[in-house]
C-alpha cells in the first residue's frame, strides 16, 4: 500500500509542501534571488501594510472576483437549464459553450487582446459601422477592469454549465412529474425543485471560483501587464512584479503568504459548509 501511494505523496513533498514551506521562510528574508537571504522578521508583512499597491491588488482582486464568479454561475445555469433537453443539436451548442474553457488562458487573452484592440479590433470595427467612435478599451482606467471581466465571464462560463448539467441529471424526473400534476409551470418548477437541489453543486462552484479567481494572472499580465493606473493589477501580477521584475523574492514570498491565508479561509468554508444542502426537502 505504501509503495501506490508513495508517487502521489512524492509530487505533492516535492511539488507543493516543500514550496510552500519555502516561501515561509522567505517571506521573513530579503531574499533578492542573487545573494544570501538574511532574516528580516515581520519587516516584509509590516511594509505590506504601508503598500499602497498590494491594497489596489486586494482590491482589484475581490473586485474580479465578485463580479466574474457570480455573472458567470448565472449564465452558467441559464446555459445549463436551456440545453438540458433531448435534441441532435444540443450536443453541438454544449460543446460551443464549453470549448472556450478547455482552450489556453493566453491564447483566448491574445484573442480578446486583438477584440479590444483601439485600431484594428473587432469591437471597434463594429462599433464603427453604427457610427460610434472608437474606445480605448484597455487603455481607459474606467474600462479596463470591466474588459478583463467580461472576457472572464466568456471563457469560465462553460464550465459552470457543465457542472450544472451534471447537477440537473441527477434531479429524478418523478419531481417534475408530480409539479406538472400540481398544476406547477416552467418558473415555479425551477424555483421549488430545480434550484433547491442545485443548492451542492452551486456551493462546490462558488467555492472553487473563489479559489481560481484569486490566482488570475495570466490574462492580467497579458492584456493589460496590471494598468492603466494600476486599475487591473491582482494580487498574483504584484507576486510576479515583485518577485521576477524587482527581484525582491523575500517581499513577494509574503504576499504569497497573505494569499495563501485567503486560500486556507476559504477550504475551511468548504468544511464547514460544504455538507450543507446535500439533503433538500421540495415537498
Not at 511539488?15 to 531574499?31: C, E
Not at 495563501?260 to 415537498?283: E, H, M, N, P
Amino acid at each position: 500500500a505504501y509503495a501506490m501511494i508513495f508517487p502521489a505523496y512524492f509530487v505533492f513533498t516535492v511539488f507543493i509542501l516543500i514550496p510552500i514551506g519555502m516561501v515561509l521562510y522567505y517571506s521573513v528574508t530579503n531574499y533578492n534571488l542573487y545573494t544570501a537571504p538574511d532574516l528580516v522578521g515581520l519587516k516584509n508583512y509590516i511594509n505590506l501594510l504601508k503598500d499602497d499597491d498590494f491594497f489596489s491588488a486586494v482590491k482589484n482582486t475581490l473586485f474580479y472576483s465578485i463580479f466574474t464568479l457570480f455573472p458567470q454561475l448565472a449564465l452558467g445555469l441559464f446555459v445549463a437549464v436551456i440545453l438540458y433537453r433531448k435534441s441532435r443539436l444540443i450536443p453541438i451548442f454544449r460543446t460551443a459553450f464549453y470549448l472556450p474553457n478547455v482552450m489556453s488562458m493566453v491564447c483566448m487573452s491574445m484573442v480578446w487582446l486583438w477584440i479590444y484592440d483601439p485600431t484594428f479590433g473587432l469591437l471597434n470595427s463594429i462599433l464603427k459601422m453604427f457610427g460610434v467612435s472608437a474606445k480605448q478599451w484597455l487603455q481607459d482606467p474606467n474600462m479596463a477592469m470591466p474588459c478583463v471581466i467580461i472576457m472572464g465571464i466568456w471563457k469560465n462560463c462553460g464550465y459552470s454549465m457543465v457542472i450544472f448539467l451534471s447537477g440537473l441529471t441527477s434531479i429524478p424526473d418523478s419531481l417534475y412529474e408530480a409539479a406538472s400534476l400540481d398544476g406547477a409551470n416552467a418558473l415555479q418548477k425551477f424555483v421549488k425543485i430545480t434550484w433547491p437541489m442545485l443548492r451542492p453543486t452551486t456551493f462546490f462552484l462558488l467555492v472553487t471560483g473563489i479559489v481560481n479567481s484569486f490566482a488570475v494572472f495570466e490574462q492580467i499580465n497579458i492584456m493589460t501587464s496590471g494598468g492603466p493606473l494600476n486599475r487591473t493589477t491582482t494580487i498574483v501580477h504584484q507576486i510576479y512584479r515583485r518577485a521576477f521584475l524587482e527581484f525582491k523574492m523575500g517581499y513577494a514570498s509574503a504576499m504569497s503568504v497573505v494569499l495563501l491565508l485567503f486560500s486556507i479561509v476559504v477550504t475551511a468554508l468548504v468544511f464547514k459548509f460544504g455538507s450543507r444542502g446535500q439533503d433538500v426537502d421540495v415537498s
